[in-house]
C-alpha cells in the first residue's frame, strides 16, 4: 500500500481539525485558527495518520483500478469523465436512471462496471439524482469533502475511486438504513442481470 502524499494529508487534516472545532465549540471562532496551525506542526508520522483515516477515508493511490488521467480520459466520455474522475456534478434531473426503479438488477460503476448497487437499493428522494438507501458490502467508500462552506462526505467506487457523488445520513426518508447515496447517473450503469448476490 502506498500512502497518500503529504499535501493530500495536510489538506484533509486542516478539515478534519475545522470540523472538529467546529463541532466541538462553535462558539471558540478565531481562537481555531492559532490550534490548527499547532496541530499540523506537530503532525504525529504517516503511520499514524493511515490508521486515523483508515479504510474509509482511503485515498486514490489505494484502489485496485490504477489508470493514469489519459487513459481515464481515453475511456470515458468528456461528461464522464468530468464527474468521475473530476468530482463533477451532473445536472438535477438529468438522468434517465433518476426515475429508474427495475425489480431486479444491478447498478455498476461506469469506469470500471464494479457491481455497486442493487434495484432494491434504489428510492424515489425526490432530489433529482438517483438515491440509493445502500451499496453491495465495501463496495462503495466514503471521503470528507470539505467545501461549499459545509462538510459533505462523497462516495467513491472502492475499486478504481471513481466519484459517485455525497452520502447524506439522518434524514429520515424511512429506509432500513438512514442513509442516502446521492448518485451522479453518469457515474453509473444498470444492469438487468444480478452480477452479485
Ligand atoms: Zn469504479
Given at each position: 500500500m502506498r500512502f497518500p502524499?503529504?499535501?493530500t494529508l495536510i489538506r484533509t487534516f486542516h478539515a478534519f481539525t475545522n470540523t472538529t472545532f467546529r463541532a466541538a465549540n462553535p462558539a471558540r471562532g478565531i481562537y481555531s485558527l492559532p490550534q490548527r496551525a499547532t496541530l499540523v506542526r506537530s503532525?504525529?508520522?504517516i503511520p499514524f495518520l493511515g490508521a486515523l483515516f483508515g479504510t474509509k477515508m482511503a485515498d486514490n493511490t489505494n484502489y485496485p483500478i490504477q489508470?493514469?488521467?489519459g487513459e481515464w480520459q481515453a475511456q470515458l466520455s468528456p461528461e464522464q469523465f468530468r464527474i468521475l474522475r473530476k468530482k463533477g456534478t451532473e445536472a438535477p434531473g438529468s438522468s434517465k436512471l433518476d426515475k429508474h426503479y427495475p425489480d431486479a438488477g444491478v447498478y455498476t460503476c461506469a469506469g470500471c462496471n464494479a457491481p455497486l448497487y442493487k434495484a432494491n437499493h434504489k428510492?424515489?428522494?425526490g432530489c433529482g439524482w438517483p438515491a440509493f438507501w445502500d451499496a453491495f458490502p465495501d463496495a462503495v467508500g466514503q471521503r470528507a469533502d470539505p467545501g461549499l462552506g459545509m462538510m459533505r462526505t462523497e462516495i467513491?467506487?472502492?475499486n478504481c475511486g471513481g466519484h459517485l457523488g455525497h452520502i447524506f445520513k439522518g434524514e429520515r426518508f424511512g429506509n432500513p438504513k438512514d442513509e442516502r447515496h446521492c448518485v451522479n447517473g453518469?457515474?453509473?450503469n444498470f444492469s438487468p442481470e444480478d452480477k452479485k448476490e
Open positions: 502524499s503529504i499535501p503532525m504525529p508520522n489508470k493514469t488521467e428510492f424515489d428522494s467513491v467506487c472502492n453518469v457515474s453509473i
